[in-house]
């Protein structure tokens, strides 16, 4: 939906405010000179931008562009699409996602079992996720499960929520139109089209559940092991709301796959929607959950940061002949070694005593951090995402209190200290922000940045987030825009104490740069250092609209 474009930033744009000359009381400009490494770091990060010429487009497609957005802001999860800014004038409208430049599904087929197995399983996560949060996506397709880069083990990504739902207390969509792509649309949909296009006054069904994403969610699954699709051809509809359809050749189905991937696919391609599984009830699926005797397709490459922390390698060939048996891992979880959880427990003790400002800036940093791995700072990403799966153990894409306990209980086990109920608690609250009783992955990337040098260009971005009017000082009237509404005076001034070292009533980037440099060091590499609570709003003000002048629209790659 729109036009896509892979760009970066400008060069004469990079770190935007925080290098931009200022005038003084005195009348004199000054202002801070980009490094070259700064430059350097921004030039190897790509953005998806999106654009729409406003007057070349219909209202409804104008509508499903904002739903996209509003859908977005309301997610986070490591594998649905991140949304990073919005821009809007008059005539054009401007999206920069998170780019993912390995292609959709069809970039990789066939696969193996273990392949579709570790892809079902992260597509599977964003769905529960999704429906927890009421969204129902109405589009699951090969065409909208991206791969994050062009690695062996790129995680996917869910992209286009222009067709999202918002559901109801009975889990319903508030909206009986129709949608989707037609082979993967579940019958109850298409019930809703035959009706409409019947004229009908009176419809038996005006409503659709979440339900239509496991339909699609099954086809999607039978096409990762088949490699063809369930449903074809001039009866294709009718197959479709008959459930009509077969698993051909029969060697395949029954020879080269397990039993349990064949029933995932049988329990989800149901006809009625309530004998279908749900989210939750999928993830519990024997298909996701046996344990593998042997390693015979692991997808978690050994990276070079992670190969620092544990000797142990791994590979996998994304690009196989033809679907093989597979000999299954818990989910296929990845592996984590227990030096890197050491430091992520480490992280999580410190960045209780961080303080609130700083807190607030490791929100805009983490809301932009990479994982395209194309330096080691993404590679940095990626082991991080890697220690939050391992704590999310129901796979949903929060964190619970029971399983940050349970893996802060099991990292004891393998040193001296100890921590009390109460301590973890404190620990828990201290990375809830928002304060609802789970930690979400933007949360705990920003607890655990305390554990890692951080990038001056990193730095530069998030102070450009919070200088709202590009004036090169983070002022209260830009914290209190930032934050929204819900902060008040009080809450606000406290926060610009905390960053105005000179006292002079704001704060510029010298003084941003010395919050980090006094417990973080900031330079171009990868390290650590040491490591309450106060943005609810923060997460809402990461999406605020700046200006479009910091994207570089020239096209690199269509």
Not at 13 to 42: K, L
Not at 194 to 203: F, M, T, V
Not at 286 to 314: A, G, I, K, M, V
């Amino acid at each position: 939906m729109g036009n896509v474009q892979e760009v970066r930033k400008k060069v004469n744009a990079i770190g935007g405010s925080a290098y931009t000359m200022t005038t003084t009381n005195a009348g004199q400009d000054q202002g801070n000179v980009v490094p070259e490494s700064v430059i350097r770091q921004s030039q190897r990060k790509t953005y998806a931008l999106k654009s729409i010429i406003l007057s070349r487009v219909s209202v409804g497609f104008i509508e499903e562009l904002r739903n996209e957005v509003k859908t977005l802001q309301g997610l986070d999860h490591p594998n649905i699409v991140k949304l990073y800014e919005v821009y809007e004038t008059p005539y054009n409208m401007y999206l920069i996602l998170e780019n993912c430049s390995g292609g959709n599904l069809r970039a990789r087929g066939p696969y193996k079992e273990c392949s579709a197995l570790h892809i079902i399983s992260q597509v599977l996560s964003a769905v529960l996720h999704m429906h927890n949060h009421n969204v129902t996506h109405c589009d699951l397709k090969y065409e909208n499960i991206m791969f994050e880069s062009n690695r062996d083990d790129a995680q996917i990504k869910l992209i286009d929520f222009g067709l999202a739902k918002k559901t109801n207390h009975n889990n319903k969509c508030l909206s009986s139109s129709c949608c989707g792509t037609r082979f993967t649309m579940a019958p109850e949909i298409w019930v809703i089209e035959e009706e409409k296009s019947a004229n009908r006054q009176k419809s038996s069904q005006k409503f659709y559940t979440s339900q239509v994403d496991m339909w699609s969610l099954g086809v999607v699954s039978f096409m990762l092991l088949a490699s063809y699709r369930p449903f074809f051809g001039k009866n294709m509809k009718e197959n479709i709301c008959n459930g009509l359809y077969e698993f051909r050749p029969y060697e395949t189905w029954n020879d080269d796959l397990s039993k349990e991937a064949k029933d995932f696919v049988q329990s989800l391609i149901v006809v009625k929607p309530e004998d279908r599984l749900t989210a939750e009830e999928a993830m519990g699926h024997p298909w996701l959950n046996e344990e593998e005797e042997e390693d015979d397709c692991n997808l978690f490459h050994s990276s070079s940061f992670s190969s620092s922390l544990s000797s142990s390698s791994s590979s996998f060939s994304s690009s196989a002949s033809h679907p093989t048996r597979r000999r299954r891992k818990s989910r296929c979880k990845p592996q984590t070694s227990s030096t890197l959880m050491q430091r992520v427990k480490k992280s999580i003790i410190a960045y209780n005593n961080v303080p609130k400002f700083k807190k607030l800036a490791l929100m805009v940093i983490a809301h932009k951090h990479h994982t395209n791995a194309t330096d080691d700072n993404d590679e940095i990403a990626i082991e991080l995402r890697k220690a939050f799966q391992a704590f999310d153990q129901a796979n949903d894409g929060v964190i619970h209190y029971n399983e940050f306990k349970t893996a802060l209980m099991e990292e004891e086990k393998n040193n001296n200290e100890t921590l009390t109920d109460h301590e973890i608690s404190q620990l828990f609250t201290s990375l809830d922000t928002g304060n609802d009783g789970r930690i979400y992955y933007t949360e705990f990337l920003a607890a655990m940045l305390a554990m890692f040098e951080l990038t001056q260009e990193a730095v530069a971005n998030a102070f450009d987030r919070m200088d709202c009017d590009d004036t090169g000082y983070i002022t209260r009237e830009n914290l209190s825009e930032f934050l929204g509404k819900d902060f008040t005076d009080e809450r606000v001034n406290e926060l610009l104490k905390e960053g105005d070292i000179t006292g002079d009533g704001r704060i510029s980037f010298q003084e941003f740069l010395q919050v980090f440099k006094s417990s973080n060091r900031v330079g171009s590499g990868s390290g650590n250092k040491e490591d309450e609570d106060d943005e609810d709003g923060c997460k809402r003000a990461l999406m605020k609209n700046k200006t479009s002048s910091t994207i570089n629209t020239t096209m690199i790659q269509t």
